[in-house]
């Protein structure tokens, strides 16, 4: 049975830092593209980091370039998301999700083969 658990969501300042992960189980974790999504209230989930199965480039949102990093260790089967200078409109659900084989970095909700359950990001004044 395939598993994603995500980890390290909580209540931060703006300017602040979170990490989170994502530990894989009941896969063959090399095989998969690894994203994270995220949910606003009253918004779609949007795709927000991606890493490839292979080598090769990862792939940010652009309302998070040069304040989030992705980052995967197959060797744990965990995939992280640094996200640093957080600012209000950061807040929302985040999701750990995989495709596999997926081409690129980047892939759809509607093509994620599995998914997290979400950690709960939100940043305050």
């Known amino acids: 049975q395939v598993a994603l658990v995500e980890s390290g969501g909580g209540l931060v300042q703006a300017g602040g830092s979170l990490r989170l992960s994502c530990a894989a189980s009941g896969l063959t974790f090399s095989r998969y593209t690894m994203g994270w999504f995220r949910q606003a209230p009253g918004k779609e989930r949007e795709f927000v980091a991606g890493i490839p199965w292979s080598d090769g480039p990862t792939y940010y949102t652009d309302s998070v370039k040069g304040r989030f990093t992705i980052s995967r260790d197959n060797a744990k089967n965990t995939v992280a998301l640094q996200m640093n200078s957080l600012k209000l409109e950061d807040t929302a659900v985040y999701y750990c999700?995989?495709?596999?084989?997926?081409?690129?970095?980047?892939?759809?909700?509607?093509?994620?083969?599995?998914w997290g359950q979400g950690t709960q990001v939100t940043i305050s004044s």
């Open positions: 999700a995989a495709k596999f084989y997926g081409g690129g970095s980047t892939f759809s909700a509607a093509s994620a083969n599995y």
